[in-house]
């Protein structure tokens, strides 16, 4: 069978120079150090981009943090994402609880869908006027998930295709013509995304249950904050606010005023070295540089960043990446001077 045409490498132009986003790392350690001093434990970040998400290489690039800090009676985590695997939110639970007798972690600005699943591990939870925490409610872009008009797979969530079939009983029910919802709902929707929904569902319902069992002794009120998060919220993104939080049963403290301002000022230094890193060639062709997660702790930073060319296939409409070079980094200060090398992970 003859191998299929790939599309062949663009070189870049020799006057094109590549965005680099900024290594920032004597900026956040000279903030870390101040916030260092306004919280109880050693103080360690973990920020994502609107690129980046929670991720199982996460756990190693924490890690490499924590082995070089050591075990610590209490461990202070800032938390910002938007959310992403919640297997490697309880591997993350997991490896903190190996270094630390308490958790606490500071949640200053979002803290949404796997990241709120990373804070549900933590023996208190700090909030301010901008935090929020979401539910926990899966969707999943399964292979065989319907495209949208890029040709991108579409995510899809349990609840949606469960209010799909509760509207179907309510008004096309009621005539009694006897008609499957789920035949119908088949001809959108391949049923094995409907059954691998239906799994991921009861997986983000015990791996919710896992994670606060690591310090909440009652497992009914443990089951009931899993359901709730899983079930009782009609929007995934819907804002959980610290007072929403603390009627989940959840043990949110306020962040301290004197500190809320030094969370929002590495969140910036943070935004600055995640920004976009867009080299554009032509109308088909760009490079993109973005730094998308960083992990940081007294002396080193730990972050990930991509470094790969886009191109558009006109006749598949959509975007295909090459010359993928992504890599995580470590980043420490030597003799004055800050050092970027590769950390190796896989």
């Known amino acids: 069978m003859p191998s299929a045409k790939k599309t062949p490498a663009r070189r870049r132009r020799p006057s094109t120079r590549v965005k680099a986003p900024p290594i920032l790392f004597k900026k956040t350690q000279t903030v870390l150090d101040r916030i260092q001093r306004k919280?109880?434990?050693?103080?360690?970040?973990?920020?994502?981009?609107?690129?980046?998400s929670v991720c199982d290489n996460d756990v190693l690039a924490l890690h490499a943090i924590l082995k070089a800090t050591g075990p610590?009676?209490?461990i202070a985590l800032l938390v910002k994402s938007d959310g992403g695997s919640g297997m490697a939110s309880l591997r993350l639970v997991h490896l903190l609880r190996q270094y630390a007798r308490r958790l606490t972690v500071i949640a200053p600005l979002n803290c949404a869908s796997?990241?709120?699943m990373l804070a549900l591990g933590a023996d208190t939870i700090q909030m301010g006027p901008l935090s929020y925490?979401?539910?926990?409610?899966?969707s999943l872009e399964h292979d065989l998930s319907p495209l949208d008009h890029t040709n991108q797979l579409v995510p899809v969530s349990n609840d949606e295709v469960d209010r799909v079939i509760r509207l179907w009983k309510e008004t096309v029910g009621r005539r009694g013509d006897g008609v499957n919802p789920y035949q119908e709902l088949y001809k959108y929707l391949h049923p094995l995304v409907i059954g691998a929904l239906d799994r991921a569902s009861s997986l983000s319902l015990m791996l919710c249950r896992e994670i606060l069992g690591y310090h909440m002794t009652d497992p009914r009120k443990a089951l009931r904050i899993a359901r709730r998060l899983n079930s009782s919220y009609p929007a995934h993104q819907y804002p959980i606010t610290s007072r929403e939080a603390r009627k989940l049963g959840l043990n949110v403290r306020d962040i301290p005023r004197d500190l809320e301002p030094l969370l929002q000022e590495l969140n910036l230094l943070y935004s600055e070295m995640g920004q976009r890193a867009i080299t554009d060639y032509d109308e088909a062709n760009h490079h993109d540089n973005e730094i998308t997660n960083i992990l940081e702790g007294k002396g080193m930073q730990v972050l990930y960043q991509i470094e790969k060319d886009w191109h558009y296939r006109k006749e598949e409409r959509r975007w295909v990446s090459m010359n993928d070079v992504s890599a995580w980094y470590r980043c420490s200060s030597r003799r004055g001077r800050v050092v970027k090398e590769k950390l190796h992970i896989r």
């Not at 925490?133 to 899966?138: E, F, H, P």
Request: charged share 20%; proline share 0%.
């Open 133 to 138: 925490l979401t539910a926990v409610d899966t």
């Open 72 to 74: 610590r009676d209490r």
């Open 39 to 52: 919280v109880d434990g050693t103080f360690l970040s973990y920020w994502t981009s609107t690129s980046g």
């Open 114 to 116: 796997a990241a709120t």
